[in-house]
Nanobody, 121 residues
């Protein structure tokens, strides 16, 4: 069982940066994929970024490519999302998630409680 706790959200102006952190308790095995998702008011939850725990391969949604960077520190069981050049449309609750079954966005079975990111124009 893996528990995930996000932190680092807040209120920023457009163009600013934020770094979200996700602390994982429990064993994360090398085959896990760790990801970030977000959900804006009135919208469905959407994939943002993912990283392979073992090799560090990454995947991004087109809407955040070249602005967001996902990373992990294996020895600390931490996952990060560096968000640069934030836009008002990035406003959402951001969730850290873990998948034991690969990269498919429907395969995530561990979820954090979420952290709010609000970007003002």
């Amino acid at each position: 069982q893996v528990q995930l706790v996000e932190s680092g959200g807040g209120l920023v102006q457009a163009g600013a940066s934020l770094r979200l952190s996700c602390a994982a308790s429990g064993r994360i095995f090398n085959n896990y994929v760790m990801g970030w998702f977000r959900q804006a008011p009135g919208k469905e939850r959407e994939f943002v970024a993912a990283i392979g725990w073992y090799g560090g391969s990454t995947s991004y949604a087109d809407s955040v490519k070249r602005r967001f960077t996902i990373s992990r520190e294996k020895d600390k069981n931490m996952v990060y999302l560096q968000m640069n050049s934030l836009k008002p449309e990035d406003t959402a609750v951001y969730y850290c998630a873990g998948s034991r079954k690969g990269w498919d966005t429907s395969s995530y079975d561990y979820w954090g409680q979420g952290t709010q990111v609000t970007v003002s124009s």
